[in-house]
């Protein structure tokens, strides 16, 4: 316990599932955190939960495909806090929507249209671009810093969920990328690949391509990874994915 004690983390994607359960976890350490996403009962909620259990927290309610609401969750936690110690890049998903006029199957690679590709990359991707592009600068003045971001075991085998698929892909190369460029500034940057974890929409997921009856993990074990990684793991270990699912 109290591992993190005085950091100031911000988690992505906090109203639900993985980035729910990370933000319990991370607060159960010690820290302070910033739970962010667009439903603000979501984070009502996981806020308090957070102070029920003695945390520490507080929500912002940002779209984080936009750069400019992006920077404004950074200015309020610099203004607020003086530092981000800790972004936890969680936010994502794959809306239902995408399987309106295509039931109970994984979307071909010819069958997607670029407006369905774009909002898949758009949700998955860009938001731990900007998520990263923005914070990096005041870890960098800071001198130290810690960055997850929530990958996929989509993104680490052959899969057949497409853009999405592809982003998570994207933030593997992505951690690798920030972790060799922000090391010399003291700043850990990794990530983490869960399998397949019951949350509410990986639930929606399933119903779509008709496998509501397919074996799930849990979100609070992908937790106790983003704590190890934040809380444990040695500073040499940067530009790293721990791969949560068997891989043999």
Avoid at 206 to 227: C, F, L, T
């Amino acid at each position: 316990m109290n591992k993190l004690s005085g950091k100031i983390a911000i988690v992505t994607g906090a109203g639900k599932g993985i980035g729910r359960e990370a933000a319990l976890a991370i607060a159960a350490e010690g820290a302070t955190v910033v739970a962010v996403a667009r439903t603000q009962t979501d984070l009502d909620e996981t806020v308090k939960m957070i102070e029920d259990n003695g945390g520490s927290a507080i929500s912002l309610s940002r779209d984080l495909t936009d750069g400019e609401q992006v920077q404004s969750m950074v200015d309020t936690v610099i203004e607020k806090y003086g530092k981000i110690d800790i972004l936890v890049n969680n936010a994502g998903g794959y809306p239902k929507e995408i399987y309106n006029n295509i039931e109970h199957q994984a979307i071909k690679i010819w069958e997607w249209s670029e407006e369905q590709w774009d909002q898949i990359i758009k949700t998955n991707l860009r938001i731990p671009f900007l998520c990263i592009n923005k914070v990096v600068p005041e870890m960098i003045k800071q001198h130290s810093g810690k960055i997850v971001s929530v990958s996929s075991r989509m993104g680490r085998i052959a899969s057949q969920m497409g853009a999405y698929a592809v982003a998570k892909a994207g933030i593997v190369t992505m951690t690798k990328t920030t972790a060799i460029q922000t090391k010399e500034h003291g700043i850990q940057c990794n990530a983490v690949a869960p399998g397949i974890v019951d949350t509410p929409g990986q639930r929606v997921y399933n119903h779509s391509v008709g496998q509501d009856g397919v074996a799930m993990g849990n979100a609070e074990d992908v937790a106790k990874a983003i704590v190890y990684l934040l809380a444990d793991a040695p500073f040499v270990m940067t530009g790293q994915v721990i791969d949560l699912f068997t891989t043999v």
